[in-house]
């Protein structure tokens, strides 16, 4: 491990010192992805510019798509942060003047010798670690006191959710960050009273209790959990026996559930000089963006207090979508086998949260592991795909996605555990057919196997 994280860092310091030297008196244009991930990943970019006092545009972006590509100014410098390893062949048929990526998405075809590439795909051993953490490696390449962005590389590190496997490199990022971990149960926020953190849960998802008030003081009832002077103590003010009572409780909403975990590390963050749930400022950063509002996300990053405000008012109209997405994606029909499920929500689920509804199903513990949920929602004239794997182990549900897009036509991107799509609206019966058909027959590979 310890060659591959030095591999991986060389690479890093070589790019780095490229880019150094060839950007001097450049302007600069960085595309990055819309997520936390991206957006984290902008902001330590960005102010790490400012700093050399580079010029730079910055364009955040749902996706990638040649239309898109080939409109790019082809006399910048073009910098894409967490996305782009799936486009590489429209990067270069765009004949761009100078290509640097710096992503850990899964590589789709062979990468071209004159883009500046930075992935841990490359390498033989990967490594789990987000574009954030990677942008923040290179921008300490470019300047050693870019230290001080560790914790937005953190931020970018849990809204991908790599905080369950921390390897060398994530360690290092944390230390440098100085972010503080407790053990606790895995909902969030962990710094609000009780009953308000339950009833908005959706990592993880508590059956009869997120999004209904009375389930939630039913289960602090039952984990014996009473209000002091009319409020109730937050995740972290509970001592061990409260917290060992209310785990309790929680494993007994899902008892047919396969040891789910949901006890696990709380991370707390310095932002605005107070301790914060990193969960909660990722949360809020993905929910700015999916309402169409990146630059409050990058304001919410930079500690900005009007952007907080804002920040605050957004995600709370975002947990209020996800509960009726929830409680939608529980009523529809669906299209159910074996270990598979989809959701065709059309126009009933926003396409901004399809991909979030996914991630909540596949961290329930309503769906046994191993089982693909796919969720599907309008996009304009096209449909927005996202499957997700319920627990750690399952088939490659990017390969999955790909064979079927590439036949039918349309985008795909992401990884094993987690990929997208979007296919035009006139597809959709193709592609459910197809899907549904695609993941019986792996069902039976399975099963004979």
Known sequence: MEEVNSTLKERIKQVANKFLKNSKNQEIQIISHFDTDGITSATIMLQSLKKLDQKFT?????????????????????LFLDLASGSLNHIKNAELKEVYIIDHHEISSEIPEEINFINPEIFQEKQRISGAGLTYLFCKELDPTNKEFAKLAILGMIGDSHEKEIDTLNHEILDEGEIIRKKGLLIYPSTRPLNRTLEYSSYPYIP???????????????AGLKPEDGKYKSLIELNEKEMEKLTTAVM?????????????????????????????????????????????????????????????????????????????????????????????????????????????????????????????????DKIKISSRIAGRNGRNVRELLSRIINEIGGEVGGHAMAAGGMISQEKEEEFIQKLKKQLEIEMVKVVQE
């Open 252 to 380: 007994l909403r899902s008892p047919d559930s396969k040891n789910r975990e949901i006890v696990g590390k709380i991370f707390l963050i310095k932002l605005f000089n107070k301790l914060e749930d990193a969960r909660e400022i990722s949360a809020k950063i993905n929910a700015c963006s999916r309402y169409g509002e990146p630059e409050t996300a990058i304001g919410l990053c930079m500690e900005i207090p009007k952007a907080k405000r804002k920040a605050e008012s957004i995600h709370v109209k975002h947990r209020q979508s996800i509960i009726a997405g929830l409680k939608t994606a529980k009523e529809i029909e669906k299209v159910e086998g074996k270990l598979f499920t989809i959701i065709n929500a059309k126009e009933k689920i926003k396409d901004t949260i399809i991909g979030t509804i996914a991630s909540i199903l596949s961290n329930s513990t309503m769906y046994e592991e191993g089982t693909i949920i796919t969720t599907m929602g309008y996009c304009e």
């Open 58 to 78: 910055l364009k955040i972006v749902k996706s990638l798509d040649e239309k898109f590509i080939q409109s790019l100014n082809k006399e910048k410098i073009t």
């Open 208 to 222: 009869e209790v997120t999004g209904n008030i009375k389930g939630v003081l039913e289960l602090l009832r039952e």
